[in-house]
C-alpha cells in the first residue's frame, strides 16, 4: 500500500473571492493501519479526504498510488478507480434508504463484479462481522444510527479496498457504541492489510491510531 500526494492545492468560489482550503500539502502513506486526521473545524481534512478519495479534484498537485498517478485519470476511470481500491464511509456517501440493509452493501460489488450471487455472499458475511445478521433486510431507515454506521463500514469493505477513507465515523455515536464499532473496524483493517484514513475529533479513534496527522488551516502540521 502506497498512497502519496504532493503540493496538494484546493481552494473553493465563494462568490467573487476564492477560499485556499488546501495549501500545497505532501505527504506519503506506505503502511497499512488506521491514520487519524485530526484538527480545528475548516482546517480542511474533508477537503483533503475528498480530493484523495478521488470525489472532488485538487486545483494543484500529484497524487500516486502504488507508484501510478491517479489524479489525472478521467472522470470514468477515476469511478472505476474507486469501486476497485477504495472504499468510504462518508456521510455525502449516503446509504440508500428504500433499498434493504444488505442490498445497500450489495451494491458496490454487483458493480464491480455483475455478479449477484457472489456480491450478496460477500454482503452477507460481512453483515455477520458487523453483527447485523439479523438485520438484512431491514431497510435503512429503520436502523439506529450505530446500527447504520455499521453498514456503511460494511459497505466499505465489500469491494476488499486497500485504502478507506472515513469522515467522522463515530461523530453521532455514544462512546459505548463507538467503541464497539471501532473494534470491529480495527480487528478488519489490521487483519486485511488496509489503510484507513480518518478524519476525527474523537479522542478514542485517535488513541487507536498508528499515526495521526494534525491539519491546522489548509496545511499538514506533521505526523506523529
Ligand atoms: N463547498 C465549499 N464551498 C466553499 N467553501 C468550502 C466548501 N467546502 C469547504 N469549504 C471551506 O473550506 C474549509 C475547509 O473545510 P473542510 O470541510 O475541509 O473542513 P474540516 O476540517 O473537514 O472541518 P470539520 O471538522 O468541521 O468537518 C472551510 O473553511 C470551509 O468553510
Ligand atoms: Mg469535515
Redesign the pocket.
Known sequence: MNLSFENLKKS???GDKS?L?LKGISTTFSEPGLVSLM????????????CLGLIDSADEGIIHFEGKRIDNLSDDQKSKFRLVSFGFVFQSYHLIPTLSVIENVALPAVYKSRNLKKSYEMADSLLQRVGLEEFKKRRINQLSGGQRQRVAIARALVNQPKIIFA??PTANLDSKTSEAVLDMFQDIIKEQKIMALI?T?DNAVAKRSDHIIS?LD?QLEGMV
Open positions: 473553493y468560489q465563494l477560499y482550503a484538527g480545528p473545524s475548516g482546517s480542511g481534512k474533508s477537503t483533503l479526504l475528498h469522515d467522522e478524519s475529533h491539519m489548509g
